[in-house]
């Protein structure tokens, strides 16, 4: 079974950055894809950016070009890097291995105007 521990979230300002980190464990984790997703108040859990197992990534086209998704296998850790953050950007932001239905605690991303 996957075990996911997100961190990194925070308050900062729009125009400034943060990364986040997916530490991963189990099986799984090592063999297939790993993936962002993020969830405001009112609104639906959306896909961020993914990457696969060799280093392909994907990104949703809000925030292509700011978002920057790498991995480190011998960490075990997936990290987002966020640049050029917008208030809309605020929202609660969970990693997910692709194929694994478990959802790790989440880390809260809020970015003032």
């Known amino acids: 079974q996957v075990h996911l521990v997100e961190s990194g979230g925070g308050l900062v300002q729009a125009g400034g950055s943060l990364r986040l980190s997916c530490t991963g464990s189990?099986?799984?984790?090592?063999?297939?894809?790993v993936a962002w997703y993020r969830q405001a108040p009112g609104n639906q859990r959306e896909f961020v950016a993914q990457?696969?197992?060799?280093?392909?990534?994907g990104y949703a086209d809000s925030v292509k070009g700011r978002f920057a998704i790498s991995r480190s296998n011998a960490e075990n850790t997936v990290y987002l890097q966020m640049n050029s953050l917008k208030p809309e950007d605020t929202a609660v932001y969970y990693c997910?291995?692709?194929?694994?239905?478990?959802w790790g605690q989440g880390t809260q991303v809020t970015v003032s105007s």
């Open positions: 189990g099986r799984i984790w090592s063999r297939n894809g």
């Open positions: 997910k291995v692709n194929g694994d239905s478990t």
């Open positions: 990457i696969s197992r060799g280093g392909a990534t």
